[in-house]
Nanobody
């Protein structure tokens, strides 16, 4: 059974930083592209950042230059380093693994940016 467990969310002041982690199990992590998505109240889920099996990355325009996605295949974990956080980054952040016809999601972790 594939499991994705996010951690690292919390409350942070504007301008602060957080590092999210998504630990995966039950599959061959290195075969999957991975990504972080977020959903704010009343809004649709949106892509934040993705990383391919070969570690090519893609970012939403709203987070470019502030967020960095990375992966550690030895730990089957994908990370999202978030710097210079803004109130509009407040959302539930979800981890995703994508491979062929398979798509797996974590349960989400809350990130709140507020003073």
């Amino acid at each position: 059974q594939v499991q994705l467990v996010e951690s690292g969310g919390g409350l942070v002041q504007p301008g602060g930083s957080l590092r999210l982690a998504c630990a995966t199990s039950g599959t061959i992590f290195s075969f999957f592209a991975a990504g972080w998505y977020r959903q704010a109240p009343g809004k649709q889920r949106e892509m934040v950042a993705t990383i391919t099996c070969g570690s090519s990355t893609n970012y939403a325009d709203s987070v470019k230059g502030r967020f960095t996605i990375s992966r550690d295949n030895t730990k089957s974990t994908v990370y999202l380093q978030m710097n210079s956080l803004k109130p509009e980054d407040t959302a539930v952040y979800y981890c995703n693994l994508e491979g062929g016809v398979h798509s797996y999601w974590g349960q989400g972790t809350q990130v709140t940016v507020s003073s």
